[in-house]
């Protein structure tokens, strides 16, 4: 609907941000994955309703998004009520702790066996709850952010005093010394800013609680914040800003939160404004510190399996000595309602398909229509039985992907979301249709058995964000700071599930008004239409709680059983109760290591098609099963494996085992699903190049292994001339050819019957042809290609074999490999070694290192990264590389100090840095437990070495194994394998380029600092 009496504006605009990336990736993939964090990630339902990340403002350029026009006009505002399921008034009771000081004891919330939530004197908040797990968590939550910044809003001071107060310099430690605490207890740490709070927290063992206690307390309640700290960090943040303009799902999240707001100080990217920022102080920064860093504006949560009042002791200690402080102010400005449709449109380079994102305005997180809405949003578009999803993308074919998410902060009224990727020239009639579909809902409302399936699917995904010390912590935290009730979360599912498909059908009818709807799209710039783009005109059956007090009896973890199936298939069996969930995790030797140029993309193509029905089931009737369980399948083709995944609660395991083998073994590859199928992939292949970090992994796998002539020189997805002229016939062969031929390992873990389990197994993927043979423990282990020799004396060296540079479109950023030629390998007996010298150089799981402290503080890149990532045997070799992002006009200076501190390896035990050497063993300790906490992660890495002929328990030594790496050895691999390389430079200004190959020296190495802060910054609801 074209809005009256008001002309089209043509504007340009700065759409800022900044969020801080991570590296992920299988430890068996050869492919570089770094990822980074998404620019809008709004949630369904009140835990993840927050608004995320930040929103846009107007001031500056962007040299990637140009504003092509916009059309204004703004709600009726929905009246706020107190919090549903909030806390009553508190239970007062005699306090049991003989603290003294502000530490003391005011009242508590809860008082129970294995939880405690008290009130201090001080007016901090402690929440502390025993559960089963190997993990504490320890979580300081501020309640300030980017819409309390009051005279300083649009300078991003709560999200620049989160880089300063993490880690740095505090009234108990120096900067320094409180790094080396850190790393003592593992170095698990991090922190984010919303728009409503900065949170900081450490994850580590139970033996260390007292001492993460001790630093998240130091660095909120009194941090320095000197001048060295203030300059460097200040320079990190310009780094972020900039990375934020070449990632378009954060574009499109800016151009919404700017359409959305025109008063509220929601308008304002939490980052800030890169103008205001550089006016800023170290005044400014430390008097707004001193305002909204007080113990009565804190939350402060930990969860571990210790005694309550042992964890509520160490927090009161630890701030018995801070007095509260003035009453920092929540009052920010009333939005006006929105009356008239409202248009904003932009382009991106090398998008590939538009993203559109069409927005009613919504309610706060404290309307009792948030329970109808958010059921409402979760059967729209939340699963893939979800009307949206089954009309649009599978029976129109009018859109790519979709979904609705209705985000609902607490201060302020939020937006009820429609988010589609689609070609271009498919924007207007999916709006259309869209908006059809909508007054279909208002006129008949939502059939029942949909809205049961969304029930499941809110109530399961509950489940899972439960299955860690951090999940358990935060969700306390969040609940608390947003409603007052720490259990807000559970007291949500049980309103949802008494929402009435009539409640559902009268919110449909109050909140989607077409006069309202706002519309945001994001255009390639190079499709010619941009120039006239077109205006906005009861659960099925119970399931278990979301939250359990914690067991009584100790956690029930087995051994894991193994058992060679008739088939040859291996299936690992374990039983683990800390959640009430089941995973099924099958893995099959092959993908792109199957492939070459002309059958590159097949293997994706032909998983991607199990998910579109079986011979006795549609596609349909599997995403409609899976979403009934609350239940999750995946399909996928990696760089050397082909996995089916699904994850389900325990009740429900019997009979998604039954359909997860049926999609296993009895695909349908129908015709009808083929062409769409083929459409949506070609549309991700074709929208890749506006990732620049994708962008420069594609071109140095290119440059890299196009030489070597190896499959991982392919990318999983394939090219969009080959998906093209795949056929029907092609896939069914390749399936039962090469995937299905393959030798297979199957794990099921989780809350699950294990002889009930082996049962199920053995009858539905057990039986038929035997396949390739199982592979005998060990067998893939070679032998160690450098010994523990001593050094020679020489100078340490790089040999650069080759510069590829390739001219790009992202003005700002250029992107760095640079791959030398290590040739790791699974099974590789220097794989230790390996993991040392990426941990001393980047980091391990969370970034720290050479290289992250040397570029990161000098303000050179926005992210740096080394990764080990081994081929699939000692044929197919992988790569040890270096990844980073940074100015274009700082490339020369990034890649020779990326050498140096890679060639830092070979040089003495002084440039090393045996102190460090030795605490990396403990940051590796920490974090790989971690990262194994879950069942699903422990399923994962016990297939996957299985398949590779590791042994399901290969992973088990790996703790002793890094333990024994000797400082030699490491220095003996830098020389003989970490030194020739290529190096890879994807830039929108490649005449700046000046690196050349040839070899390169050093005599000697100028020190860095190695006691690194170890804290990533993300800015964003979902900072992790």
């Known amino acids: 609907m074209k809005p009256r009496g008001i002309a089209p504006i043509i504007l340009s605009l700065t759409l800022l941000a900044g969020c801080s990336p991570s590296g992920s990736g299988d430890k068996h993939d050869s492919q570089p994955t770094p990822a980074h964090a998404p620019g809008y990630t709004a949630g369904v339902g009140p835990a993840a309703s927050a608004a995320p990340l930040a929103d846009p403002g107007n001031t500056g350029k962007n040299p990637l998004l140009t504003l092509v026009n916009e059309t204004e006009s703004a709600d009726p505002a929905q009246p706020a009520t107190g919090p549903a399921g909030a806390t009553g008034a508190p239970e007062m009771l005699q306090p049991r702790s003989s603290f003294t000081g502000y530490g003391a004891e005011n009242y508590r919330l809860v008082s129970e066996k294995d939880e405690i939530v008290s009130v201090l004197k001080n007016g901090m908040v402690v929440i502390v709850k025993r559960i089963p797990s190997p993990v504490v968590a320890v979580r300081g939550v501020s309640l300030t952010g980017g819409v309390y910044e009051g005279k300083w809003l649009g300078g991003g001071l709560s999200h620049l005093l989160e880089h300063l107060v993490a880690g ?40 260390h609680m007292e001492q993460a206690v001790d630093l998240v307390t130091g660095w909120m309640l009194g941090a320095k914040i000197t001048v060295p700290e203030y300059r460097r960090e200040y320079e990190v943040v310009q780094r972020e800003l900039e990375m934020g303009k ?77 007095p509260p402080g003035r ?69 129109q074919q009018l859109v790519s992907n979709i979904a609705a998410t209705d985000d609902t902060p607490s201060y302020v009224n939020g937006t009820f979301f429609i988010e589609m990727q689609l070609d271009p020239d498919k924007v207007q009639q999916a709006t259309e249709s869209l908006l059809k579909i909508l007054e279909s809902v208002k006129k008949d409302g939502m059939d ?21 010390a951090e999940e358990i ?23 949802i599930d008494k929402i009435t498909p009539k409640q559902v059908q009268d919110v449909a009818k109050k909140y989607f008004d077409s006069g309202k709807l706002m519309t945001n799209a994001l255009f390639p710039a190079d499709w010619a239409g941009s120039k006239g783009l077109p205006k906005a005109e009861d659960l099925l059956r119970g399931v278990s709680p979301a939250s359990q007090p914690a067991a009584a009896q100790p956690v029930v973890a087995s051994a894991v059983q193994r058992v060679e199936l008739e088939n040859g298939t291996v299936l690992l069996l374990k039983r683990v109760t800390t959640s009430p969930t089941v995973v099924m995790s099958m893995y099959s030797l092959g993908g792109v290591t199957a492939e070459d140029e002309k059958t590159n993309g097949l293997g994706n193509l032909t998983m991607q098609m199990l998910m579109r029905g079986t011979k006795t089931r549609s596609a349909e009737q599997i995403a409609e099963f899976f979403d009934s369980i609350g239940g999750e399948m995946s399909v996928a083709s990696g760089n050397n494996s082909w996995t089916w995944t699904a994850s389900c609660l325990k009740a429900d395991f019997a009979k998604a085992f039954n359909v997860y083998a049926d999609i296993v073994k009895n695909p349908a590859f129908a015709d009808a699903e083929a062409g769409p199928l083929k459409k949506r992939v070609e549309a991700a292949i074709k929208s890749e190049d506006a990732d620049w970090s994708q962008q420069s992994i594609r071109f140095f796998k290119n440059k890299y292994y196009g030489p070597q002539h190896s499959p991982y020189q392919l990318m999983p997805e394939g090219t969009q001339q080959n998906v093209e002229t795949f056929t029907v016939p092609q896939m069914r062969d390749w399936y039962a050819g090469k995937v299905m031929g393959a030798r297979r390992v199957l794990a099921i873990y989780g809350d699950v019957d294990l002889d009930k389990a082996k049962a199920l197994a053995a009858e539905l993927l057990g039986k038929g042809e035997k396949h390739a043979p ?104 992988g790569t040890f590389l270096v990844f980073a992002g940074c100015d274009p006009a700082k490339v020369n200076e990034v890649v020779d100090l990326c050498l140096e501190n890679i060639a830092r390896l070979q040089g003495t035990p002084q440039d090393i840095n045996e102190t460090w050497f030795n605490r990396a063993k403990e940051l590796i300790d920490v974090a790989d437990a971690m990262e194994h906490e879950t069942p699903a992660a422990q399923a994962s890495v016990a297939a996957l070495d299985e398949l590779f002929g590791l042994g399901y328990a290969f992973h088990d030594q790996f703790p002793a194994k890094i333990r024994e790496v000797q400082l030699s050895q490491v220095q003996s691999l830098a020389r003989h394998r970490i030194r020739d390389c290529v190096v890879t430079i994807s830039t929108p200004a490649p005449d700046v380029v000046k690196t050349k190959p040839g070899e390169r020296t050093y005599p000697s190495f100028p020190p860095v600092d190695l006691t690194p802060r170890g804290v990533q910054h993300d800015t964003g609801a979902a900072g992790k």
């Open 774 to 877: 199982a592979v005998a423990a060990g067998s893939q282990q070679g032998a160690a290609d450098v010994g523990n020799d001593t050094p020679a004396a020489q100078s340490a060296s790089i040999n650069v074999q080759r510069v590829e540079v390739q001219k790009t479109e992202q003005d700002g950023i250029a992107g760095v490999v640079i791959g030398f030629n290590a040739r790791p390998y699974i099974g590789d007996k220097d794989a230790y070694a390996f993991t040392m010298a990426k941990t001393v150089t980047g980091g391990f799981t969370y970034p720290t290192g050479y290289l992250f402290e040397t570029l990161r503080g000098r303000g050179l890149v926005y992210v740096v990264e080394s990764q080990a990532t081994p081929g699939r045997d000692k044929n197919l070799p």
């Open 473 to 495: 912590a935060g969700s306390l935290a969040d609940d608390f700071r947003t409603t007052g009730d720490p259990h807000f979360s559970d007291k949500y599912l049980d309103r």
């Open 448 to 468: 029942a058995g949909r809205l049961a399936r969304a029930k499941t699917l809110l109530r399961a995904a509950r489940v899972k964000r439960l299955e860690t």
């Open 246 to 322: 070449g990632e378009p799902d954060r574009q499109l999240y800016y151009l919404a939160a700017m359409n959305r707001y025109r008063v509220s100080p929601a308008r304002v990217p939490v980052i800030g404004y890169q103008e205001v920022i550089q006016k800023l102080s170290r005044d400014d920064v430390y008097s707004y510190y001193k305002m909204a860093y007080q113990p009565n504006n804190m939350v402060f949560a930990v969860a571990g399996n210790l005694e309550p009042e042992a964890m509520l002791a160490a927090v009161q200690k630890n701030v018995a000595g801070a």
């Open 168 to 207: 740095g310099s505090s009234e108990r430690r120096t900067e320094a010394e409180n790094r080396d605490l850190l790393q003592k207890i593992g170095n698990n740490s991090n922190a984010y800013t919303t728009e409503d709070n900065t949170s900081f927290f450490i994850n580590t063992t139970t033996d």
């Open 327 to 395: 009453v920092f102010s929540h009052n920010i400005e009333t939005e006006p309602p929105v009356l008239t449709p409202r248009t904003l449109v932009a382009t991106f380079p090398k998008l590939g398909q538009a993203k559109l994102m069409l927005g009613f305005p919504s309610i706060t997180q404290n309307d009792p229509d948030l329970f109808a809405l958010d059921l409402l949003a979760t059967a729209l578009g939340a699963g893939e039985s979800s009307l949206l999803v089954e009309e649009l993308r599978d029976r």
